[in-house]
């Protein structure tokens, strides 16, 4: 059984990760200062895997990373599920599912499945992402949109789509 504080925590945590997710996607819509609002989140020395041929080891050099890749990613739009949060004192994992959908004017769209590991810390009575790490399930680019994404940007998603081809699959 759970105690008040326990639930606090976790409602803490859910509300961190879903402003990530809320900040990120408006910021395709309402423009990139809201991507400032970032630090607010994360802890200063936060860890970024995403897969791209570089991770990050701070707040300002991942939020600097989604500035760059922002007029890259159209509109986007995610959604968080299957949220598992484990909190262990002043240290707390997430792990939670997404489905994202970029799409463009022109029609153009592209959508992915993914689930997150993040680590969470207590940091002066708040808490902040601490760590990221992203692992792609699949993904849909009828339109090739990925495949014009700078290098540094697709990495993951390029080594995902091989690993996922019919022809690298073993059979059952």
């Known amino acids: 059984m759970y105690d008040l504080k326990h639930l606090q925590d976790r409602a803490e945590i859910e509300d961190v990760i879903h402003r990530y ?3 990120t996607d408006r910021s395709t819509y309402e423009g990139e200062h809201l991507l400032d609002s970032l630090a607010e989140i994360f802890a200063e020395d936060l860890a970024v895997d995403y897969g791209f041929a570089e991770t990050f080891a701070s ?3 991942w939020i600097a990373q989604w500035k760059r890749m922002r007029p890259d990613l159209g509109r986007v739009h995610h959604l968080y599920g299957n949220m598992q949060i484990r909190i262990d004192g ?3 994992t997430a792990r939670y599912h997404v489905l994202a959908r970029h799409s463009w004017d022109n029609g153009d769209h592209w959508h992915a499945g993914a689930v997150f590991d993040t680590g969470l810390s ?3 009575g708040r808490w902040k992402i601490a760590s990221i790490l992203l692992h792609v ?3 849909d680019d009828p339109f090739g949109r990925i495949a014009a994404l700078p290098q540094h940007q697709k990495h993951s998603f390029v080594e995902h789509e091989r690993q996922a081809s019919p022809q690298n699959r073993k059979a059952p």
């Open 21 to 23: 997710c809320d900040l």
């Open 59 to 61: 707040a300002a050099a």
């Open 90 to 92: 002043d240290v707390a």
């Open 122 to 124: 207590r940091l002066s």
């Open 137 to 139: 399930r699949y993904m």
